[in-house]
Protein backbone atom coordinates (compact mmCIF):
# COMPACT_ATOMS: atom_id res chain seq x y z
CA UNK A 1 0.00 0.00 0.00
CA UNK A 2 2.78 2.24 -0.05
CA UNK A 3 1.93 4.25 -2.90
CA UNK A 4 -1.35 4.89 -1.26
CA UNK A 5 0.50 6.25 1.84
CA UNK A 6 -0.89 9.81 1.48
CA UNK A 7 -4.52 8.48 1.89
CA UNK A 8 -3.60 6.23 4.69
CA UNK A 9 -2.25 9.27 6.64
CA UNK A 10 -5.59 11.01 6.66
CA UNK A 11 -7.61 8.62 8.61
CA UNK A 12 -11.58 10.23 9.52
CA UNK A 13 -12.78 7.67 12.20
CA UNK A 14 -12.11 4.32 13.68
CA UNK A 15 -15.13 2.70 15.45
CA UNK A 16 -16.67 -0.42 16.72
CA UNK A 17 -20.66 0.72 17.00
CA UNK A 18 -22.61 0.06 14.47
CA UNK A 19 -24.77 2.82 14.69
CA UNK A 20 -22.05 5.53 15.03
CA UNK A 21 -20.66 3.83 11.48
CA UNK A 22 -23.73 4.49 10.01
CA UNK A 23 -23.72 8.15 10.77
CA UNK A 24 -20.40 8.86 9.52
CA UNK A 25 -20.04 7.04 6.69
CA UNK A 26 -23.40 8.52 5.83
CA UNK A 27 -22.15 12.24 6.05
CA UNK A 28 -19.02 11.34 3.77
CA UNK A 29 -20.55 9.51 0.72
CA UNK A 30 -24.58 9.05 0.89
CA UNK A 31 -27.27 8.10 3.00
CA UNK A 32 -27.96 4.44 3.54
CA UNK A 33 -29.05 1.51 5.18
CA UNK A 34 -27.07 -0.81 6.52
CA UNK A 35 -27.40 -4.47 7.56
CA UNK A 36 -24.83 -6.23 9.57
CA UNK A 37 -24.18 -9.72 9.70
CA UNK A 38 -22.49 -11.90 12.60
CA UNK A 39 -18.95 -10.38 13.55
CA UNK A 40 -17.20 -7.95 15.17
CA UNK A 41 -17.44 -4.32 14.39
CA UNK A 42 -14.20 -2.58 12.88
CA UNK A 43 -14.99 0.35 10.50
CA UNK A 44 -12.17 2.47 9.62
CA UNK A 45 -12.72 5.43 7.01
CA UNK A 46 -9.82 7.03 5.41
CA UNK A 47 -10.03 9.96 2.93
CA UNK A 48 -7.67 11.88 0.40
CA UNK A 49 -9.33 14.73 -0.70
CA UNK A 50 -8.42 16.98 -3.72
CA UNK A 51 -9.99 20.04 -5.73
CA UNK A 52 -12.48 17.94 -7.36
CA UNK A 53 -12.42 14.53 -6.02
CA UNK A 54 -12.56 12.77 -3.17
CA UNK A 55 -10.95 9.04 -2.35
CA UNK A 56 -12.04 6.82 0.10
CA UNK A 57 -10.37 3.97 2.03
CA UNK A 58 -13.70 1.88 3.92
CA UNK A 59 -13.83 -1.47 5.39
CA UNK A 60 -16.37 -2.46 8.06
CA UNK A 61 -14.98 -6.06 9.47
CA UNK A 62 -18.04 -8.40 9.12
CA UNK A 63 -20.34 -8.76 5.97
CA UNK A 64 -22.95 -6.26 5.70
CA UNK A 65 -25.44 -5.27 3.18
CA UNK A 66 -25.82 -1.81 2.48
CA UNK A 67 -28.74 0.23 0.58
CA UNK A 68 -27.69 3.50 0.06
CA UNK A 69 -29.94 6.40 -1.96
CA UNK A 70 -29.46 6.90 -5.62
CA UNK A 71 -26.34 8.65 -6.26
CA UNK A 72 -27.08 12.45 -7.42
CA UNK A 73 -25.18 13.98 -9.89
CA UNK A 74 -21.82 11.54 -8.84
CA UNK A 75 -20.62 8.09 -9.54
CA UNK A 76 -18.69 5.80 -7.40
CA UNK A 77 -15.80 4.09 -8.53
CA UNK A 78 -15.20 0.90 -6.67
CA UNK A 79 -11.62 -0.65 -6.49
CA UNK A 80 -11.84 -4.20 -4.23
CA UNK A 81 -8.29 -4.06 -2.25
CA UNK A 82 -9.47 -7.05 -0.05
CA UNK A 83 -12.24 -9.51 -0.29
CA UNK A 84 -15.10 -9.40 -3.32
CA UNK A 85 -18.51 -7.04 -2.81
CA UNK A 86 -21.76 -7.66 -4.90
CA UNK A 87 -23.39 -4.50 -6.77
CA UNK A 88 -27.15 -4.81 -7.29
CA UNK A 89 -28.05 -1.44 -9.21
CA UNK A 90 -31.47 -0.72 -11.08
CA UNK A 91 -31.70 -4.69 -11.13
CA UNK A 92 -28.05 -5.52 -12.85
CA UNK A 93 -26.08 -7.27 -10.64
CA UNK A 94 -21.88 -7.04 -10.48
CA UNK A 95 -19.40 -9.48 -8.46
CA UNK A 96 -16.70 -7.32 -8.25
CA UNK A 97 -13.68 -9.48 -6.63
CA UNK A 98 -10.51 -8.82 -5.09
CA UNK A 99 -8.40 -6.56 -7.98
CA UNK A 100 -11.55 -5.50 -10.00
CA UNK A 101 -13.26 -2.46 -10.12
CA UNK A 102 -16.52 -0.82 -11.43
CA UNK A 103 -18.67 1.85 -11.68
CA UNK A 104 -21.78 2.54 -9.86
CA UNK A 105 -24.16 5.31 -11.54
CA UNK A 106 -27.45 3.79 -10.29
CA UNK A 107 -30.40 5.98 -11.30
CA UNK A 108 -33.41 4.28 -9.04
CA UNK A 109 -32.15 1.45 -6.39
CA UNK A 110 -28.55 -0.39 -5.02
CA UNK A 111 -27.72 -2.41 -3.54
CA UNK A 112 -24.45 -3.64 -2.22
CA UNK A 113 -22.74 -6.67 0.22
CA UNK A 114 -19.19 -6.65 1.06
CA UNK A 115 -17.70 -9.93 1.89
CA UNK A 116 -16.49 -10.58 5.59
CA UNK A 117 -12.69 -8.13 6.07
CA UNK A 118 -13.46 -6.79 2.33
CA UNK A 119 -11.55 -3.01 2.12
CA UNK A 120 -12.38 -0.64 -1.00
CA UNK A 121 -11.00 2.17 -2.67
CA UNK A 122 -13.86 4.07 -3.78
CA UNK A 123 -13.48 7.22 -5.63
CA UNK A 124 -16.56 9.88 -5.63
CA UNK A 125 -16.24 11.41 -9.40
CA UNK A 126 -19.06 14.62 -10.34
CA UNK A 127 -20.40 14.24 -13.02
CA UNK A 128 -19.52 17.38 -13.66
CA UNK A 129 -15.90 16.75 -14.02
CA UNK A 130 -16.94 13.61 -16.32
CA UNK A 131 -18.68 16.06 -18.61
CA UNK A 132 -15.66 18.57 -18.91
CA UNK A 133 -13.76 15.63 -19.47
CA UNK A 134 -15.96 14.14 -22.38
CA UNK A 135 -16.10 17.47 -23.94
CA UNK A 136 -11.80 17.82 -24.38
CA UNK A 137 -12.10 14.32 -25.90
CA UNK A 138 -14.60 15.65 -28.09
CA UNK A 139 -17.33 12.46 -27.24
CA UNK A 140 -20.24 13.94 -25.57
CA UNK A 141 -21.58 10.60 -26.11
CA UNK A 142 -19.44 8.90 -23.40
CA UNK A 143 -20.57 10.53 -20.12
CA UNK A 144 -24.42 9.17 -21.67
CA UNK A 145 -23.19 5.83 -22.37
CA UNK A 146 -20.91 5.20 -18.81
CA UNK A 147 -24.23 6.53 -16.49
CA UNK A 148 -26.87 4.15 -18.83
CA UNK A 149 -25.04 1.18 -17.51
CA UNK A 150 -25.51 1.07 -13.67
CA UNK A 151 -22.99 -1.01 -12.95
CA UNK A 152 -20.05 -1.30 -15.12
CA UNK A 153 -17.13 -3.03 -14.33
CA UNK A 154 -13.59 -2.17 -16.15
CA UNK A 155 -11.98 -4.89 -18.00
CA UNK A 156 -9.28 -6.79 -15.58
CA UNK A 157 -6.29 -5.13 -17.46
CA UNK A 158 -8.07 -1.50 -17.24
CA UNK A 159 -8.38 -2.16 -13.12
CA UNK A 160 -5.17 -3.00 -13.12
CA UNK A 161 -4.13 0.28 -14.94
CA UNK A 162 -6.77 2.00 -12.83
CA UNK A 163 -5.32 1.20 -9.33
CA UNK A 164 -1.69 2.73 -11.04
CA UNK A 165 -3.04 5.56 -12.03
CA UNK A 166 -4.71 6.17 -8.54
CA UNK A 167 -1.29 5.47 -6.42
CA UNK A 168 0.59 7.82 -8.61
CA UNK A 169 -2.50 10.64 -8.44
CA UNK A 170 -2.05 10.45 -4.41
CA UNK A 171 1.44 10.56 -4.55
CA UNK A 172 1.56 13.50 -6.51
CA UNK A 173 -1.18 14.96 -4.60
CA UNK A 174 0.35 14.50 -1.45
CA UNK A 175 3.21 16.94 -1.81
CA UNK A 176 0.70 19.95 -3.93
CA UNK A 177 1.58 22.40 -0.58
CA UNK A 178 4.88 21.89 -1.24
CA UNK A 179 4.73 24.28 -4.59
CA UNK A 180 2.08 25.76 -6.47
CA UNK A 181 3.46 25.14 -9.76
CA UNK A 182 2.07 21.58 -9.28
CA UNK A 183 -1.72 22.95 -8.94
CA UNK A 184 -2.43 22.72 -13.01
CA UNK A 185 -1.03 19.80 -13.72
CA UNK A 186 -2.77 18.16 -11.24
CA UNK A 187 -6.17 19.76 -12.19
CA UNK A 188 -4.62 17.78 -15.49
CA UNK A 189 -4.45 14.87 -13.55
CA UNK A 190 -8.37 14.93 -12.17
CA UNK A 191 -9.16 15.54 -15.32
CA UNK A 192 -6.99 12.52 -17.28
CA UNK A 193 -8.64 10.20 -14.53
CA UNK A 194 -11.88 10.92 -15.66
CA UNK A 195 -11.06 10.43 -19.00
CA UNK A 196 -9.94 6.89 -18.47
CA UNK A 197 -13.11 6.24 -16.99
CA UNK A 198 -15.25 6.98 -19.64
CA UNK A 199 -12.66 5.60 -22.50
CA UNK A 200 -12.74 1.95 -20.66
CA UNK A 201 -15.83 2.04 -18.92
CA UNK A 202 -17.81 3.00 -22.36
CA UNK A 203 -16.46 -0.13 -23.99
CA UNK A 204 -14.52 2.48 -26.45
CA UNK A 205 -10.88 0.72 -25.41
CA UNK A 206 -10.67 -2.96 -27.01
CA UNK A 207 -9.12 -5.41 -24.35
CA UNK A 208 -8.03 -7.81 -26.98
CA UNK A 209 -4.83 -9.88 -26.59
CA UNK A 210 -2.23 -10.11 -29.22
CA UNK A 211 -0.74 -12.97 -27.41
CA UNK A 212 -3.34 -15.70 -28.37
CA UNK A 213 -4.37 -15.79 -24.76
CA UNK A 214 -8.32 -16.68 -23.69
CA UNK A 215 -9.96 -13.61 -23.89
CA UNK A 216 -12.97 -11.64 -21.94
CA UNK A 217 -15.11 -13.59 -20.62
CA UNK A 218 -13.20 -16.92 -20.49
CA UNK A 219 -9.89 -14.80 -19.10
CA UNK A 220 -11.72 -13.92 -16.42
CA UNK A 221 -13.21 -17.03 -15.55
CA UNK A 222 -9.99 -18.59 -15.69
CA UNK A 223 -8.81 -16.32 -12.75
CA UNK A 224 -12.09 -16.42 -10.84
CA UNK A 225 -11.23 -20.21 -10.76
CA UNK A 226 -7.31 -19.79 -9.63
CA UNK A 227 -8.67 -17.40 -6.83
CA UNK A 228 -11.34 -19.68 -5.85
CA UNK A 229 -9.02 -22.99 -5.95
CA UNK A 230 -5.99 -20.63 -3.92
CA UNK A 231 -8.57 -18.98 -1.52
CA UNK A 232 -10.02 -22.64 -0.10
CA UNK A 233 -5.84 -23.61 0.25
CA UNK A 234 -4.43 -20.65 1.33
CA UNK A 235 -2.56 -23.37 4.30
CA UNK A 236 -1.26 -25.95 1.58
CA UNK A 237 1.31 -26.70 -0.39
CA UNK A 238 0.94 -25.34 -3.78
CA UNK A 239 2.81 -25.42 -6.57
CA UNK A 240 3.27 -23.69 -10.39
CA UNK A 241 1.94 -26.73 -11.78
CA UNK A 242 -1.44 -26.82 -9.93
CA UNK A 243 -2.42 -23.29 -10.57
CA UNK A 244 -1.71 -24.31 -14.25
CA UNK A 245 -3.77 -27.26 -14.35
CA UNK A 246 -6.37 -25.83 -12.70
CA UNK A 247 -6.54 -22.50 -15.26
CA UNK A 248 -6.37 -25.47 -18.20
CA UNK A 249 -3.14 -23.62 -19.27
CA UNK A 250 0.60 -24.55 -19.70
CA UNK A 251 2.79 -22.74 -16.94
CA UNK A 252 3.91 -20.43 -19.71
CA UNK A 253 0.64 -19.76 -20.38
CA UNK A 254 -0.88 -19.51 -17.04
CA UNK A 255 2.64 -16.88 -16.57
CA UNK A 256 1.55 -14.40 -19.19
CA UNK A 257 -2.49 -14.40 -18.26
CA UNK A 258 -1.60 -13.89 -14.59
CA UNK A 259 1.04 -10.92 -15.74
CA UNK A 260 -1.49 -9.52 -18.39
CA UNK A 261 -4.56 -9.90 -15.69
CA UNK A 262 -3.32 -9.54 -12.25
CA UNK A 263 0.40 -7.64 -13.14
CA UNK A 264 2.16 -10.39 -11.41
CA UNK A 265 3.41 -13.80 -11.71
CA UNK A 266 1.47 -16.27 -10.68
CA UNK A 267 3.39 -17.46 -7.13
CA UNK A 268 3.97 -14.11 -6.18
CA UNK A 269 -0.08 -13.07 -6.45
CA UNK A 270 -0.43 -16.30 -4.48
CA UNK A 271 1.96 -14.72 -1.77
CA UNK A 272 0.10 -11.60 -1.98
CA UNK A 273 -3.07 -13.46 -1.61
CA UNK A 274 -1.92 -15.29 1.37
CA UNK A 275 -0.35 -12.00 2.74
CA UNK A 276 -3.60 -10.59 2.60
CA UNK A 277 -5.51 -13.54 4.32
CA UNK A 278 -2.87 -12.85 7.33
CA UNK A 279 -3.58 -9.21 7.94
CA UNK A 280 -7.09 -9.61 7.70
CA UNK A 281 -7.22 -12.68 10.15
CA UNK A 282 -4.69 -10.37 12.37
CA UNK A 283 -7.04 -7.33 12.88
CA UNK A 284 -9.87 -9.36 13.37
CA UNK A 285 -8.03 -10.95 16.28
CA UNK A 286 -5.32 -8.82 17.46
CA UNK A 287 -3.93 -11.73 20.02
CA UNK A 288 -3.73 -14.33 18.15
CA UNK A 289 -0.41 -16.36 17.72
CA UNK A 290 1.76 -14.70 15.05
CA UNK A 291 3.76 -17.20 14.30
CA UNK A 292 0.64 -20.42 13.90
CA UNK A 293 -1.02 -17.15 11.68
CA UNK A 294 1.66 -16.87 9.34
CA UNK A 295 2.24 -21.07 9.18
CA UNK A 296 -1.64 -21.22 9.03
CA UNK A 297 -1.62 -19.40 5.65
CA UNK A 298 1.52 -21.04 4.34
CA UNK A 299 4.57 -19.38 5.15
CA UNK A 300 6.95 -21.38 7.35
CA UNK A 301 10.23 -19.08 7.48
CA UNK A 302 9.39 -16.70 9.79
CA UNK A 303 11.99 -13.93 8.59
CA UNK A 304 10.86 -14.09 4.82
CA UNK A 305 7.10 -13.48 6.14
CA UNK A 306 7.62 -10.79 8.12
CA UNK A 307 10.13 -9.11 4.80
CA UNK A 308 7.38 -9.51 2.99
CA UNK A 309 4.70 -8.61 4.62
CA UNK A 310 6.67 -5.53 5.36
CA UNK A 311 7.14 -4.85 1.51
CA UNK A 312 3.16 -5.94 1.16
CA UNK A 313 1.88 -3.34 3.38
CA UNK A 314 4.26 -0.79 4.57
CA UNK A 315 4.55 -1.78 8.66
CA UNK A 316 5.10 -5.54 10.43
CA UNK A 317 3.31 -7.89 11.08
CA UNK A 318 3.71 -6.74 15.26
CA UNK A 319 2.79 -2.63 13.89
CA UNK A 320 -1.32 -4.12 12.40
CA UNK A 321 -1.30 -5.72 15.88
CA UNK A 322 -0.62 -2.90 17.71
CA UNK A 323 -3.43 -0.61 15.79
CA UNK A 324 -5.87 -3.36 15.95
CA UNK A 325 -5.72 -3.46 19.53
CA UNK A 326 -5.84 0.07 19.68
CA UNK A 327 -8.36 0.59 17.53
Keep these: MSGLAALYQQCIFRSREQMETHGLVAAELSDHHLHWEAGRVDTRLY?????????????????????????????????????????????VRRLVPQGSAVISSP??????????????????????LMAEAAHTLGRPDLLAAVCADPGRMLA??????????????????????????????LAHMEQGLAMFLLLNGSGVVDDTDPRGLPQGRQRRRRIDRLHAYATARLGQPIALADLARVAALSERQLNALCHAELGRSPMVWLRELRLDAVRVALIADP?????????????????????????????????????????
Excluded at 47 to 74: A, M, N, Q
Excluded at 113 to 119: F, L
Excluded at 289 to 305: E, K, Q, S
Aim: charged content about 20%.
Design 107 to 128: RRNIRLRWSEGSEQLILRLPHS
Design 47 to 91: KFDTPRLSLYSLRYGPEVGICPVVYDHFSLVHFSLTGPIEVQADG
Design 287 to 327: GADLADLAMTHGFFHLGRFSAYYRERFGELPSQTRKSARNG
Design 156 to 185: PTAALHWRAQLEAFVAVEGVRHKSADLAPW
